[in-house]
T-cell receptor, first 114, second 114 residues
Framework: DGGITQSPKYLFRKEGQNVTLSCEQN?????MYWYRQDPGQGLRLIYY???????QKGDIAEGYSVSREKKESFPLTVTSAQKNPTAFYLC?????????????FGSGTRLTVV | QKEVEQDPGPLSVPEGAIVSLNCTYS??????FMWYRQYSRKGPELLMY????GNKEDGRFTAQVDKSSKYISLFIRDSQPSDSATYLC??????????????FGQGTILTVHP
């Protein structure tokens, strides 16, 4: 079945540590995205990529980094510079062009700082 | 002021009721309008997708877009307990790298009582 796989489902991080969230898709989508979701704030865009080896900052990129070495994979690193990393992180992918039926979300990773 | 405003609720209705969910927005460049349903600890699922103004119906769901008022709505007829979820509106601008950059409302929590 085609889809997006995010792992792990739950992640705990000590303060000062970097952690990497995995996102893999087998939908042959060119574009991939990372969003952050906090209670009462909807989803906010962190980074997005439309082609391998290229990516752009979204609205809240500070404290995060990404790479896009393969079309299928778009890992997100939450660095120690991110002051409030506890949140639900969602990865998405889509074809290029207008959003619609092809814009697909993964099941999310819940990150907690302990 | 947020670009997209959505009443977070919570909204509680009896089974069989008609539910009205709404979003207002400030950016007149938005051309694509989506409604997502999100169950607890899951990724959002696309419910409805419309381009520009007008109505779109799919089963028990009707989406309306009024660009002159910068206002969109989702109506759910004959609501069911399985409709209990968070409903998110999302919008994007047409063209180039903007298509996939979705701007979300805060989400409305809906509970349908048997």
């Amino acid at each position: 079945d085609g889809g997006i796989t995010q792992s792990p489902k739950y992640l705990f991080r000590k303060e000062g540590q970097n952690v990497t969230l995995s996102c893999e898709q087998n939908l042959n989508h060119d574009a991939m995205y990372w969003y952050r979701q906090d209670p009462g704030q909807g989803l906010r865009l962190i980074y997005y990529s439309q082609i391998v080896n290229d990516f752009q900052k979204g609205d809240i990129a500070e404290g995060y980094s990404v790479s896009r070495e393969k079309k299928e994979s778009f890992p997100l690193t939450v660095t120690s510079a991110q002051k409030n990393p506890t949140a639900f992180y969602l990865c998405a992918s889509s074809t290029l062009g207008p959003p619609g039926d092809g814009y697909t979300f993964g099941s999310g990773t819940r990150l907690t700082v302990v | 002021q947020k670009e997209v405003e959505q009443d977070p609720g919570p909204l509680s209705v009896p089974e069989g009721a008609i539910v009205s969910l709404n979003c207002t927005y400030s950016n007149s460049a938005f051309q694509y309008f989506m409604w997502y349903r999100q169950y607890s600890r899951k990724g959002p699922e696309l419910l409805m997708y419309t381009y520009s103004s007008g109505n779109k119906e799919d089963g028990r769901f009707t989406a309306q877009v009024d660009k002159s008022s910068k206002y969109i709505s989702l109506f759910i007829r004959d609501s069911q307990p399985s409709d209990s979820a968070t409903y998110l509106c999302a919008m994007s601008i047409a063209g180039g790298t903007s298509y996939g950059k979705l701007t979300f409302g805060q989400g409305t929590i809906l509970t349908v009582h048997p």
